[in-house]
């Protein structure tokens, strides 16, 4: 099982980026997904997931309304469109994937599959 997240880079206030995390060895459609981010010295922070059917998706309040994570079945993929990025959305970004529960998972420990990361940064 493997998630490769892709799409990071350094870009400024105010501009966009499109996470990918493609999955192989495992359906994604049968699991639920998370965005997490993580800046060294801290604890990895969930900012959003989506259930196994796209139609329920959670967010933290920080990334509400700049962040809209998606999937597509089809391709075996989740995305996270970051519009309005700030200087404090600099970290590195995990995709994460776990069977399908009820209600929001927001714990990392309750993920079982994990990508490497994708280094986002944003000047200002």
């Known amino acids: 099982v493997q998630l490769q997240a892709s799409g990071g880079g350094s870009v400024q206030t105010g501009d966009s980026l499109r996470l990918s995390c493609a999955a192989s060895?495992?359906?994604?459609?049968?699991?639920?997904a998370a965005w997490f981010r993580q800046v060294p010295g801290r604890e990895r922070e969930f900012l959003t997931s989506?259930?196994?059917?796209?139609?329920?998706?959670y967010y933290v309040d920080s990334v509400k309304g700049r962040f809209t994570i998606s999937r597509d079945n089809a391709k075996n993929a989740v995305y996270l469109q970051m519009n309005g990025l700030k200087p404090e959305d600099t970290a590195i970004y995990y995709c994460?994937?776990?069977?399908?529960?009820?209600?929001?998972?927001?714990?990392?420990?309750?993920?079982?599959?994990w990508g490497l990361g994708t280094q986002v940064t944003v000047s200002s």
């Open positions: 994460a994937a776990r069977g399908r529960a009820v209600g929001l998972i927001s714990s990392a420990r309750e993920y079982k599959y």
């Open positions: 989506i259930k196994g059917s796209g139609i329920t998706t």
């Open positions: 060895g495992l359906s994604l459609k049968l699991y639920n």
